[in-house]
C-alpha cells in the first residue's frame, strides 16, 4: 500500500458511534451494518474524521508518549479493512 496516499473518514461516521467498557459500536449507512471496533481502529477512524492523512501521518498520531505505535504492515491491514468496509476513502 503507498504511503503516499492520503486518507479520510466519513465526519458524519461519529453521529451513529456508541461506546462503552472499552469497546466501540458504529453503524455504517453505507452497508447497512454495525461493527465493533477495538481502541486502535477507534482511534485511527477518529483521527481519519479530523483531517486526511498518509499511512505515516496516521502511525505518528497513534502512537503513545514514548511507546512506539501499530507498526506500517498493521496500519495498512487495517487501512485496507476501512476500505474494504467503506469507512475510509483515498483523498484528493
Not at 504511503?3 to 456508541?18: A, C, G, K, P, Y
Not at 483521527?47 to 514514548?66: D, F, N, P, W, Y
Amino acid at each position: 500500500m503507498s504511503t503516499e496516499i492520503r486518507w479520510s473518514s466519513d465526519v458524519n461516521l461519529r453521529q451513529h458511534w456508541r461506546s462503552w467498557d472499552g469497546e466501540v459500536m458504529v453503524y455504517h449507512r453505507g452497508s447497512g451494518c454495525t461493527l465493533c471496533l477495538n481502541a486502535l481502529a477507534a482511534r485511527a477512524l477518529e483521527i481519519l474524521a479530523e483531517k486526511a492523512m498518509t499511512r505515516a501521518e496516521l502511525m505518528k498520531m497513534l502512537q503513545v508518549g514514548s511507546e512506539p505505535g501499530p507498526g506500517a504492515q498493521e496500519i495498512d491491514a487495517l487501512l485496507r479493512q476501512f476500505d474494504d468496509l467503506g469507512l475510509v476513502a483515498p483523498s484528493t
